[in-house]
């Protein structure tokens, strides 16, 4: 059954609510200036609140998330978030606060941020966190931002940031937002970083080097510490991008092996919003040689008290409004406070052995190039499959149908027809298993009826598009002022 728009559902004079009318009533005039009011009235939907419940469980049950199905999206780590985390989070103690209050009446929203930073410092091996970036990508700004002013206080005419063939797409986009030219070198057949390609790379002219770890493989650079001892020697900074960070925790501090800068996913490893656009929250770590040029406020605690100091002669400056997302880290700092240390490296144990489970049921169906080293996720190859007419792709609509979100496909590029699978470690056994047993069911109907692929998806809402057109010729239902 098509499912209609709100509008279409409409019903004259319908409302969802019922108010006494105002015994002191005044005309809307009387509060707001003609010339910013409506001429005619906005074109809204009228329905009952049952009809308004009904229409949006519906919309929501059609999209997949993962409270609804596995969803093991490479790179992403889309697990499951407790929901103990938004309870508390909306706490009126917390949603009532206003960012220009006086900060004797914000003592307990600035020590959860100070005790989030001193966990995170501690967890990564860093000297100083800020919270303020409100992504990833917004945290890598801040960090290569960090390295360009470190390099030009010190009079050094940087040119260059180094990075694998692995790295994220926005590691050279940041890169070049600030100058740089990035420099990418080839992994070796480990899918790791090449050492002997490395050093031929360096110079004087290298400002740092951007590595994720696990890389995008889900292979473990093992070699990262003679790769610092490399950039360091030119006076280059390490920068980690911790996208990956859950592979590590309670094992690996980034500041132990030769990093010098971190940024943190919250949303990707301490269980805070993922998707939609936000409100997000990312995070920054520098060692102490660069904590004074982190963005402005810092959190610092003298007296008992804690308080926002400005005063930061070489910082990069603010970065968002106000300090950051506050209610997102609350959700991480009580998903911290609720594991402790050992829960900590549960993930880390959970995410490598989940992992490691799934390749190797998989890898006879699926190839896997490098296997060595795996960490929190690997990436197969639908390679083989195109003999039979199928593309990675029509395996991934073909997931949608067995009622699994597909995994992340044709990324990194250095695995052709690229599937990459990230089970994250709360998904049980029972989970992998069945998702085992889909993919290897899939490999038998591209080979026996590969047709049922290339016109998958058969059983959601809306089959296969065409997803170019899509793009071109949107096709958006809504007109508020008609």
Wanted: with cysteine; net charge neutral; proline share 5%.
């Amino acid at each position: 059954m098509e499912t209609k728009t709100i509008f279409e559902k409409s019903v004259k004079g319908r409302t969802g609510f019922s108010l006494p009318k105002c015994k002191n009533a005044k005309d809307i005039e009387d509060f707001f200036p003609k010339d910013i009011l409506r001429k005619v009235k906005p074109n809204l939907p009228e329905v009952s609140e049952l009809d308004a419940m009904r229409h949006y469980i519906e919309i929501s049950a059609k999209n997949h998330f993962i409270e609804k199905g596995f969803y093991p999206l490479g790179s992403c780590t889309m697990k499951y978030n407790p929901k103990i985390n938004d309870i508390v989070n909306i706490l009126p103690g917390l949603t009532n606060l206003h960012p220009f209050q006086p900060e004797d009446t914000i003592q307990g929203a600035l020590q959860i941020m100070w005790e989030l930073q001193n966990i995170l410092q501690e967890i990564s091996g860093m000297n100083a966190v800020s919270l303020q970036p409100v992504a990833g990508a917004h945290s890598e700004f801040a960090g290569v931002n960090i390295i360009y002013n470190y390099h030009k206080n010190r009079g050094n005419k940087k040119t260059k940031i180094i990075m694998p063939d692995s790295a994220h797409g926005t590691n050279p986009a940041t890169s070049a937002l600030h100058g740089y030219k990035a420099i990418e070198i080839k992994s070796n057949n480990e899918g790791k970083v090449d050492i002997n390609t490395l050093k031929d790379a360096v110079d004087s002219d290298v400002a740092g080097f951007m590595l994720t770890n696990p890389n995008t493989l889900g292979v473990f650079e093992t070699e990262v510490k003679e790769i610092a001892e490399i950039i360091h020697s030119v006076g280059g900074l390490m920068y980690l991008d911790g996208a990956n960070l859950n592979a590590m925790l309670g094992y690996i501090r980034p500041g132990d092996i030769g990093f010098d800068i971190v940024h943190f996913n919250l949303h990707k490893t301490f269980s805070t919003p993922h998707g939609g656009g936000g409100p997000g929250a990312g995070g920054i770590g520098v060692v102490e040689k660069l904590s004074e040029y982190l963005p402005y406020p810092k959190i610092e605690k003298r007296d008992e008290k804690y308080f926002f100091k400005y005063d930061m002669k070489n910082s990069i400056g603010k970065i968002h409004t106000f300090y950051g997302n506050f209610l997102v880290m609350v959700r991480a700092y009580i998903y911290l406070k609720m594991l402790g240390e050992s829960g900590l490296r549960r993930i880390a144990e959970n995410a490598v052995i989940n992992t490691n489970y799934l390749m190797t049921k998989l890898k006879n169906y699926f190839p896997v190039p490098f296997q060595k080293d795996v960490m929190h996720e690997f990436v197969a190859s639908g390679e083989k499959f195109k003999q039979f007419g199928v593309k990675t792709l029509d395996i991934a609509k073909r997931l949608l149908d067995y009622g699994f979100h597909a995994p992340t496909i044709y990324f990194p590029l250095i695995v052709h027809e690229a599937l990459m699978i990230e089970p994250t470690e709360t998904e049980s056994k029972e989970t992998l298993d069945n998702f085992i047993e889909t993919m290897i069911k899939i490999s038998e109907e591209a080979e026996s009826n590969p047709e049922k692929l290339k016109n998958a998806p058969q059983n959601t809402p809306i089959g296969r598009l065409d997803e170019i057109a899509a793009i071109k010729n949107l096709n958006v239902k809504f007109n508020f002022d008609n």
